[in-house]
């Protein structure tokens, strides 16, 4: 089993910035890819950005330019750097991570880190 624990979500206002940070711990040989889910009050679950264990990125069209995700092997640890943000962004950020585990590929999902943009 692999567990996914994310923090550093809370209020902030419109073009400020926060700093997300996910660890994955357990059972695993090394994590694949590892990012951020969100889901907006009314809305289904999207990908927020994503990285993989070459640092390839992937964003979705309305933060590009503005989050910035990056990775820390050692630790198994990803942060997801979020800058200008705007009430819009506001979601509950759930941390995913894709481990090479003896089963294989699996996919690992974290509690979720509320993210509330409003002055």
């Known amino acids: 089993q692999v567990q996914v624990e994310e923090s550093g979500g809370g209020l902030v206002q419109p073009g400020g910035s926060l700093r997300l940070s996910c660890a994955a711990s357990g059972s695993f040989f090394r994590i694949s890819v590892m990012g951020w889910y969100r889901q907006a009050p009314g809305k289904q679950r999207d990908l927020a950005a994503t990285?993989?264990?070459?640092?390839?990125?992937n964003y979705a069209d309305s933060v590009k330019g503005r989050f910035a995700i990056s990775r820390d092997n050692a630790k198994n640890t990803v942060y997801l750097q979020m800058n200008s943000l705007k009430p819009e962004n506001t979601s509950v950020y759930y941390c995913?991570?894709?481990?090479?585990?003896?089963?294989?590929?699996?996919?690992?999902w974290g509690q979720g880190n509320r993210v509330t943009v409003s002055s």
């Open positions: 995913y991570s894709v481990a090479a585990t003896m089963a294989g590929f699996r996919g690992y």
């Open positions: 990285i993989t264990s070459g640092d390839q990125t």
